[in-house]
Structures are given as C-alpha cells and as structure tokens.
C-alpha cells in the first residue's frame, strides 16, 4: 500500500462543500506510530475532524481519525476508500453505490499564482533563507517544530516545515510545503500562497542577542538568517 500512495493533485488541494459536509484536502504529510509501525499519509479535514487520508490512483483513502493523541480508524471496521473524479470544480465520489458531489469553495478551479511581484517590493535584505525552530519538553512528552522560508530575488518563494511529538505512548509527526510569490515594505511583508493566498503580516527586523545574527519576525514567529548577513 506505502508504494501506491500518490501525492494528492493540485486541482484536489482544497476546500469542497456538498451533501451536508466540509472537506478540505491538503498537500500536508501527516505521520503516526500505529502498533509500533510507522504510518504516512496526507492531511484533510472533514467538518472540522483531522483526518489521515492518501491517494491511490483514482480512489480517496481516509485512513485514520486523529483526536489529540489518540489515532483510530476512519471507520469502525477500518479504511474508507471512495473512487472519485474532478471535473472543473465539481468532485465527484463513490460510496456504497451511489454518486456524490461536492463544489468547490473559493472561487476559481485552482489558485492562480504568478511567478512575478512588482520589482520595487523585492526587498535584497530579505533575499535568502530563513529558519524558525522551537523546542518544549516537559516531563511526560516533548516536541519539535521547524520551519524555512526561502525567499528569491525574483519574487518567488518556497516554504517548508516539520513538526514532531513524542511521548512514552505515541509518537506524531508531520509536514508541510507552500509556495507562491512574495513582496515586502520596510515594514510589512505580503505573501501570496498557492495554499493560502493573500496574506500580510507586519515585519520586524531585529539582531539576535547573542551572537548578532539579523532576524525578521512576523505571523508569529522568529526566523534567523541561514546566510551571512550583517546585522541589521
């Protein structure tokens, strides 16, 4: 099964209502600890319930429902899998017989981003990568979260992260990926994700107290330089 899983298409990602229900598919890899074996799958949310679900083919496998710490199967005699297809924003899926649809929120088929953004909000400052890690322990678990922007001279950029938890019972983790275009003001900085789309944040630029390396900080987090910048 490990070697027929397919990594969910473009035109999949997303939200869809239909039939009383919300799902929404993402590119996000989610893992779990199951019997001691490791298992690997995708994350989508099913009217607000997280769930581990991979891409065999033409079928939609919803294979675990993750609670907290707690991991079961999607259903009380295992794995779910429902045969589908998408035709422009309509999906359309199998279960027990009969056909199913759901559209499409949000608008257009597949988020549109161009691979441009205005030269005067290239800030060459920002140019490069930038890393975000966090690490709490306590006595009965712990956990780890990463995260790296890297952001290009020619307004693109790409996103990745990782998050793990580990406890003497269970052990989770997961991934994520975006990418998109990007521009930025001394102050702000405007992300246009093919996940997400629009955002802004405000920025700040800051020097890290110890060994001086230039940090920005904005959605909440802290990222350091990966280059050898000055500092601010």
Request: charged letters at 15%; aromatic letters at 12%.
């Given at each position: 099964?490990?070697n027929?899983q397919?990594p969910?298409?473009?035109?999949?990602?997303?939200?869809?209502?239909?039939?009383?229900?919300?799902?929404?598919?993402?590119?996000?890899?989610?893992a779990?600890?199951?019997?001691?074996?490791?298992?690997?799958?995708?994350?989508?949310?099913?009217?607000?319930?997280?769930?581990m679900?991979?891409?065999?083919g033409?079928?939609?496998?919803?294979?675990?429902?993750?609670?907290?710490n707690?991991?079961?199967?999607?259903?009380?005699?295992?794995?779910?899998?429902l045969p589908?297809q998408?035709?422009?924003?309509t999906?359309?899926?199998?279960?027990n017989?009969?056909i199913?649809?759901?559209?499409?929120?949000?608008?257009s088929q597949?988020?549109?981003?161009?691979?441009?953004?205005?030269?005067n909000?290239?800030?060459p400052?920002?140019?490069?990568?930038?890393?975000?890690?966090a690490?709490?322990?306590?006595?009965a678990?712990?956990?780890?979260?990463t995260?790296?922007?890297?952001?290009?001279?020619?307004?693109?950029?790409?996103y990745g992260?990782?998050?793990?938890?580990?406890?003497?019972?269970?052990?989770?983790?997961?991934?994520g990926?975006?990418?998109g275009t990007?521009?930025?003001?001394e102050?702000?900085i405007t992300?246009?994700?093919?996940?997400?789309?629009?955002q802004?944040?405000a920025?700040?630029?800051v020097?890290h107290?110890?060994?001086?390396?230039?940090?920005i900080?904005?959605?909440?987090?802290?990222?350091?330089?990966?280059?050898?910048?000055?500092?601010?």
């Amino acid at each position: 099964m490990n070697n027929q899983q397919t990594p969910p298409t473009i035109d999949l990602i997303g939200i869809w209502q239909g039939q009383g229900e919300t799902l929404q598919f993402t590119e996000e890899r989610l893992a779990a600890l199951i019997n001691g074996q490791p298992i690997e799958g995708f994350k989508a949310i099913i009217n607000g319930q997280t769930i581990m679900y991979r891409v065999m083919g033409n079928t939609l496998v919803f294979m675990y429902r993750i609670e907290g710490n707690v991991v079961r199967f999607f259903t009380e005699t295992g794995m779910l899998q429902l045969p589908y297809q998408i035709q422009g924003n309509t999906l359309s899926y199998s279960l027990n017989g009969s056909i199913y649809n759901a559209t499409r929120q949000g608008g257009s088929q597949i988020p549109k981003v161009t691979n441009s953004s205005p030269t005067n909000g290239i800030r060459p400052e920002l140019v490069g990568k930038w890393s975000y890690l966090a690490n709490v322990n306590t006595y009965a678990s712990s956990s780890n979260s990463t995260a790296i922007f890297r952001f290009n001279s020619d307004g693109t950029y790409l996103y990745g992260s990782e998050w793990s938890s580990n406890a003497s019972n269970y052990s989770m983790a997961s991934e994520g990926a975006d990418s998109g275009t990007w521009s930025a003001t001394e102050t702000t900085i405007t992300l246009y994700s093919r996940q997400n789309g629009k955002q802004n944040f405000a920025l700040q630029k800051v020097n890290h107290p110890k060994n001086h390396d230039p940090m920005i900080i904005f959605g909440g987090r802290t990222y350091v330089s990966f280059d050898n910048k000055p500092p601010w």
